[in-house]
């Protein structure tokens, strides 16, 4: 039997130029993991016992890579007296996303995906990075909260690490509670909500601000297992909603010690004096993010410009005590490179350069950088309507630092 290859719509599709259809005898399914055959073959709109023609078996496999649930589709069929058999072939996405129910406050969070999940496959609240997946999550969004005779228009908002779910008109949020707190006031978890009040309920951002400030809150106070519920919505307060944040506070931890990964520049004993944690004083998060300030700019001054720290608490709970485990990755040293003045000319350019602290080859300094940039920098004689600017390049391969001061 004669074969011909065709892409339509990104979807790869094997047709047999003859004969022309028949009836559905059977539906294959290959390269299926995430997703049941049977879901295939539901989105796909045919059928076993159903009278198809080639046209409409190339309609079908253009309405599953609608769905962008897929990276490819392929399909072939044979026939036999009349019958077809038909194969569908697929590649699932392999790239996916989180879905944020922005505003969405009609149905739980486990409610929604719930619903979701009975039109579409597998769905678990995460969405391929697929053209196509949005509209198709759109449109069982609608049909799913017109079901339950919620008026608005559903809307996909798409951003770098997550793709939010709005309806067309937000409820107003009028009203936010704290329930459980006892090492901080309710007054002062709410407090960061005070500007939203009376404008859009966003559950992303109530989300955020729990996540980041509040939980920061307790971390200042030594709660390092201070957890957040999910938020409660309520209707009965006001015209509008309000939310409710349930916290398990646990209890404060004093600093034990830190324990260092990673590093060889500087020893264990130097980069406790820096860091300056106490032991048997509460694990402040503040005091511990100035330490490492203090961390990064110890290395910077010897020309370690790209060094990072992550950190984790290793918490004892019956001692109330935490161990902080940093890895540090060092990199490269970095030297001076050049120090180019691209808007003045030669001899001007070099009277100007006396004044950089650095010479070529020198152990790029980066505290030496700022005090140029605050002090001398102002100084210099820019041409009218013009300022100095200092742009730095790293040279990543040569691991030196290019410096350009131009006048914009």
Same mark, same amino acid.
């Given at each position: 039997m004669q074969m011909?290859?065709?892409?339509?719509?990104?979807? $790869?599709?094997?047709? /047999?130029?003859?004969?022309?259809?028949?009836?559905? /005898?059977?539906?294959?399914?290959?390269?299926?993991?995430? *997703?049941?055959?049977?879901?295939?073959?539901?989105l796909s709109g045919i059928a076993i016992g159903r009278t198809l023609t080639a046209q409409e078996l190339e309609d079908a496999a253009k309405r599953l890579s609608s769905t962008g649930l897929f990276d490819a589709v392929r399909f072939s069929y044979t026939t036999d007296a009349g019958r077809m058999a038909v194969t569908f072939d697929i590649d699932e996405a392999r790239s996916r996303m989180p879905v944020v129910y922005d505003n969405i406050v009609s149905m739980s969070e486990a409610e929604l995906t719930a619903a979701l999940r009975e039109k579409i496959p597998a769905f678990d609240g995460t969405l391929p990075v697929n053209e196509g997946a949005a509209d198709f999550l759109v449109q069982?969004?609608?049909?799913?909260?017109?079901?339950?005779?919620?008026?608005?228009?559903? $809307?996909?908002?798409?951003?770098?690490?997550? +793709? %939010?779910?709005? &309806?067309?008109?937000?409820?107003?949020? !009028?009203?936010?509670?704290?329930?459980?707190?006892?090492?901080?006031s309710e007054k002062a978890l709410v407090q960061p909500f005070a500007d939203s009040l009376g404008g859009d309920y966003s559950r992303h951002f109530i989300a955020a601000t729990t996540a980041g400030t509040l939980t920061d809150l307790y971390r200042r106070k030594g709660y390092w297992r201070a957890a957040f519920a999910s938020p409660v919505v309520g209707t009965t307060e !006001?015209?509008?909603?309000?939310?409710?944040?349930?916290?398990?506070?646990?209890?404060? %931890?004093?600093?034990?010690?830190?324990?260092? +990964?990673?590093?060889?520049?500087?020893?264990?004993?130097?980069?406790?004096?820096?860091?300056?944690?106490? /032991?048997?004083?509460?694990?402040?998060?503040?005091?511990?993010e100035l330490g490492l300030r203090h961390v990064h700019l110890a290395y910077a001054h010897l020309g370690y410009l790209k060094q990072s720290i992550t950190f984790s608490p290793r918490l004892d709970d019956a001692a109330r005590r935490a161990v902080?485990? @940093?890895?540090?990755?060092?990199?490269?040293? @970095?030297?001076?490179? $050049?120090? $180019?003045?691209?808007?003045?000319?030669?001899?001007?350019?070099?009277? &100007?350069?006396?004044?950089?602290?650095?010479?070529?080859?020198?152990? %790029?300094?980066?505290?030496?950088? *700022?005090? *140029?940039?605050?002090t001398e920098l102002p100084r210099l004689p820019a041409p009218k309507g013009t300022n100095a600017k200092m742009e730095i390049d790293y040279d990543q391969a040569a691991h030196l630092v290019n410096v350009r001061i131009v006048f914009k």
């Open positions: 011909r290859r065709a892409v339509v719509f990104g979807v $790869t599709l094997a047709l /047999s130029q003859a004969p022309a259809g028949g009836r559905v /005898s059977s539906i294959q399914v290959k390269g299926n993991h995430r *997703y049941e055959a049977a879901d295939v073959e539901r069982a969004t609608r049909e799913v909260l017109e079901r339950r005779g919620v008026p608005g228009n559903v $809307t996909i908002l798409a951003q770098p690490n997550a +793709r %939010y779910l709005l &309806l067309g008109k937000a409820p107003r949020l !009028c009203g936010m509670h704290v329930v459980g707190s006892a090492a901080i !006001c015209d509008g909603i309000s939310v409710t944040l349930g916290v398990s506070e646990g209890v404060s %931890y004093a600093w034990d010690r830190a324990e260092w +990964r990673g590093n060889s520049v500087l020893p264990a004993r130097v980069l406790d004096r820096i860091l300056d944690m106490k /032991s048997g004083r509460v694990a402040d998060l503040w005091r511990l902080f485990v @940093f890895d540090i990755r060092e990199g490269p040293q @970095f030297r001076m490179g $050049t120090l $180019t003045f691209p808007d003045v000319l030669d001899a001007e350019a070099a009277r &100007l350069a006396r004044r950089w602290p650095l010479k070529g080859g020198d152990i %790029y300094d980066e505290a030496l950088q *700022y005090e *140029y940039a605050l």
